[in-house]
């Protein structure tokens, strides 16, 4: 359970739950609020957000600031 996004369902790629020599691919993102407010409360800070679902919550979000902006 702590592999899968608790957006997507998919596999979150944590390098952090596979216990890799490798740092996890988020420690060089930026979340943005949003994507927490996607997250289900029983879930928060407990399951890592894949990068896709971060890719596409943070495009709508910066989508949805330019049209406001306009």
């Known amino acids: 359970m702590k592999y899968t996004c608790p957006i997507c369902q998919g596999d979150n790629l ?7 020599d490798e740092h996890c691919w988020c ?3 930026i979340f943005i609020e949003e994507v927490f407010r996607q ?8 399951r890592c957000v894949c ?7 943070t495009e ?8 406001a902006d306009r």
């Open 14 to 20: 944590c390098g952090n739950a596979m216990e890799s």
């Open 27 to 29: 420690t060089k993102k």
């Open 39 to 46: 997250i289900p409360a029983d879930q928060l800070h407990k």
């Open 51 to 57: 990068e896709t679902c971060l890719k596409r919550i």
């Open 60 to 67: 709508i979000e910066q989508a949805s600031k330019r049209s």
